[in-house]
């Protein structure tokens, strides 16, 4: 019976993907043993549905069991392979699942062999913060904080150590060092969102902390920067126009799926789908943004100068990142075409800013 439910779910999801298909299908790949297909069902809808609760809710579910599954394997691989790597992954399983005291009694074990290993001791600052997130004790908070620094100094430049250290730098009040650890992280990634989040959230905290003397300052900081604001409205309106015309032109094509143009400052501007297209984005600006800002990065640390043009070309789908003025666009295409061809079709006629 299962096995005949599960096929109809899939045929049902693959014609019309919902919220609740994507749920019925994951549970049904859970009940029939499938873990890691009902795993990676639902982690592709938390992604492209994070406002969605019912989503997150089975996610959290379908997470634990898959964790569990993986436990299982790596501490049966543990008896014979004792590298770090296994054993960082398996407290990472057991702080998954909830069991916090054993992923802190297995790190503790190795801790003498490796000595200023920054994976190990960002592995027990991850612990002991979620077992603080559980239990709200000071301690762990304490312990956390102390193995993140000794991370960051190991590893000063690293993403994932700067972001966690201030995220448990803003839980323990620390705000100064908190600023400080993202500022690290917007040195190389200045639109990053988490980071942007984060700081937001720091000065709203301390704008309700401070009282009615911050809120002085900060009305005279918006008067100053009223004239400023004046000044890039005009541009701004001049950048939607032109994303207006890059999307007019990218679905004068009809295999034309889905297209997103951004400003050269990472400011959404517009998208447009054609109905029925996939792939399907629900608020996947920011994620493709993000994308964009990595491979702009990623082209200055190469060292070939300015990204003006990225090209993907499959079988099945084309995408083209192309910068235009002072916008970006992206567009999703059906089907396989060139370059060029579609750089012509976005860049045909007059000149953006003469519009």
């Known amino acids: 019976m299962l096995p005949l439910l599960l096929n109809r779910a899939m045929a049902l999801h693959r014609r019309k993907p919902s919220e609740r298909s994507t749920i019925r299908l994951s549970r049904l790949l859970l009940l029939t043993g499938r873990t890691a297909e009902a795993y990676a069902t639902i982690s592709a809808a938390r992604k492209t549905a994070p406002q969605s609760e019912a989503i997150r809710l089975h996610y959290t579910v379908v997470k634990t069991e898959y964790a569990a599954a993986l436990l299982s394997k790596t501490l049966h691989i543990l008896k014979k392979d004792t590298r770090l790597e296994n054993f960082l992954r398996a407290a990472d399983l057991l702080r998954t699942i909830g069991q916090s005291e054993k992923a802190i009694a297995i790190l503790n074990k190795i801790q003498a062999q490796y000595p200023d290993n920054w994976r190990l001791e ?3 600052g991850q612990v002991y913060f979620s077992r603080y997130r559980d239990s709200r004790h000071p301690a762990d908070l304490t312990e956390a904080l102390a193995h993140l620094r000794l991370a960051r100094d190991c590893a000063p430049r690293n993403y994932r150590v700067l972001f966690l250290t201030a995220l448990v730098c803003t839980n323990a009040g620390l705000f100064d060092e908190a600023l400080a650890n993202t500022r690290e992280i ?3 990634l200045p639109r990053d969102v988490r980071a942007l989040a984060l700081e ?3 000065r709203q905290i301390t704008a309700a902390t401070t009282g009615s003397a911050d809120s002085t300052d900060l009305s005279q900081e918006t008067t100053t920067s009223e004239h400023d604001s004046a000044e890039s409205a005009g541009a701004m309106t001049h950048s939607r126009r032109a994303a207006e015309i890059l999307l007019d032109r990218a679905f ?3 295999s034309t799926a889905c297209g997103f143009v951004w400003s050269t400052d990472g400011d959404y501007l517009a998208s447009r789908f054609r109905e029925h297209s996939h792939p399907c984005f629900m608020n996947g ?4 943004w993000e994308m964009v800002q990595g491979s ?3 082209a200055a640390h190469i060292g070939i100068g300015q ?5 993907l070309a499959g079988t099945e789908w084309t995408i083209l990142m192309r910068a235009v003025d002072d916008v970006i666009v992206c567009i999703f295409v059906e089907g396989e075409h060139s370059a060029s061809s579609l750089e012509r079709l976005l860049l045909k006629g007059v000149l953006l800013t003469a519009n």
Do not use: H, P
């Open 186 to 188: 917007r040195k190389v």
């Open 200 to 202: 937001t959230q720091i």
């Open 285 to 288: 600006e920011e994620l493709l």
């Open 122 to 124: 960002f592995a027990l």
């Open 307 to 311: 990204l003006c043009s990225c090209f």
């Open 296 to 298: 702009v990065v990623d």
């Open 252 to 254: 004068a094509l009809e």
